[in-house]
Nanobody
Framework: QVTLVESGGGLVRAGGSLRLSCGAS????????MGWFRQAPGKEREFVAA????????YDADSAKGRFTISRDNAKNTVYLQMNSLKSEDTAVYYC???????????????WGQGTQVTVSS
């Protein structure tokens, strides 16, 4: 069992930045691919970015590429999502997840955190 805990969310003005963190309870985090997803009110959950154990990464082209950066520190059992140039449409609950491979599909991930709220004011 892996417990994931997100942090770093909050209220930020449009154009600002936030860095989300996802800490894992087990040292075996390094064997998992880690993904970030988000869910805005009234919308379905959507893929944001993912990274595997060898630091290959993938981003959703529309929402994240060019503005967000995913990274991981296996020694700290932590994955990060650096979000720059935030827009009001980035407002959502952000979730991290762990799974066997990089995927944009949430069904590929086994473990999920509880989420952290990001609110971007215009």
């Amino acid at each position: 069992q892996v417990t994931l805990v997100e942090s770093g969310g909050g209220l930020v003005r449009a154009g600002g930045s936030l860095r989300l963190s996802c800490g894992a309870s087990r040292r075996t985090l390094r064997i998992y691919a880690m993904g970030w997803f988000r869910q805005a009110p009234g919308k379905e959950r959507e893929f944001v970015a993912a990274i595997n154990w060898s630091n290959d990464s993938a981003y959703d082209a529309d929402s994240a590429k060019g503005r967000f950066t995913i990274s991981r520190d296996n020694a700290k059992n932590t994955v990060y999502l650096q979000m720059n140039s935030l827009k009001s449409e980035d407002t959502a609950v952000y979730y991290c997840a762990a799974g066997p491979r990089i995927s944009s599909s949430g069904t590929e991930y086994i473990y999920w955190g509880q989420g952290t709220q990001v609110t971007v004011s215009s």
